[in-house]
């Protein structure tokens, strides 16, 4: 068991440029989860998704973020024309469908945004 | 909206020490209270949840659960340096799939 992978560890993109994220839950986890964190603000939520379906996206800025699950076995988070303020680390952590269950979560993919 | 907030932001204890991380939530209808760990440059990783009030041992850790106060804390008994880390307790209200972190305590055992 690899655990939740996320690629790339790290992305770089300039201000107004485009970056997809990737992520690959635990097989047989049928809840992924989109957080980020910030010295400032913490670990925030951003999207949750139960067998591939979006559940509640309540925490993703409307505007420029986008998360899709086309399948089983990986999500990405999409961000467009990224902003300085959108550096942070995007963690992806999944679970099996229950309210109950710990999250496991990936490592990350700190982005910098210059 | 769920408020979580955790305290001290940060504590430096010796080595042996009992540590006490304290954590308060807003939502009396939360369900689900746990305790994250994250080693620097590390992912978050499950310690212990608890669901209804009381009390929970598991080895040196303990997580205690009082709803009417809208507090719970993690108590971790003989803290060793190894448990330096940053601790990110979590709530997750009734109805909810939303798991609300804390912003953390930054925990340093000094040997």
């Known amino acids: 068991n690899a655990g939740v992978i996320q690629t790339p560890r790290h992305k770089v993109t300039g201000k107004g440029q485009e970056a997809t994220l990737w992520c690959e839950p635990i097989?047989?986890?049928?809840?992924v989860f989109w957080y980020r964190q910030t010295i400032v603000q913490g670990l925030e939520f951003l999207t949750y998704?139960?067998?591939?379906?979006?559940?509640?996206d309540s925490g993703m800025p409307k505007e420029r973020f986008s998360a899709q699950m086309p399948n089983q076995s990986h999500s990405t988070l999409k961000i467009q024309s990224t902003q300085p303020q959108d550096s942070a680390v995007y963690l992806c952590?999944?679970?099996?469908?229950?309210?109950?269950?710990?999250?496991?979560f990936g490592h990350g993919t700190k982005l910098s945004v210059l | 909206q769920q408020k979580v907030q955790q305290s001290p932001e940060s504590l430096i204890v010796p080595e042996g020490a009992m540590t006490s991380l304290n954590c308060t939530f807003s939502?009396?209808?939360?369900?689900?209270f746990a305790w994250y760990r994250q080693h620097s440059g590390k992912a978050p990783k499950a310690l212990m949840s608890?669901?209804?009030?009381g009390e929970k041992e598991e080895g040196r850790f303990t997580i205690h659960l009082n709803k009417a106060s809208l507090h719970f804390s993690l108590h971790i008994r003989d803290s060793q340096p190894s448990d330096s880390a940053l601790y990110l307790c979590?709530?997750?209200?009734?109805?909810?799939?939303?798991?609300?972190f804390g912003s953390g305590t930054q925990l340093t055992v000094m040997p």
């Open positions: 939502d009396s209808a939360s369900q689900y």
């Open positions: 608890i669901f209804s009030n």
């Open positions: 998704f139960r067998n591939q379906a979006p559940i509640d």
């Open positions: 097989s047989g986890h049928s809840a």
């Open positions: 979590a709530v997750r209200s009734s109805g909810s799939w939303q798991l609300i």
């Open positions: 952590a999944s679970s099996f469908a229950s309210s109950n269950e710990r999250l496991f």
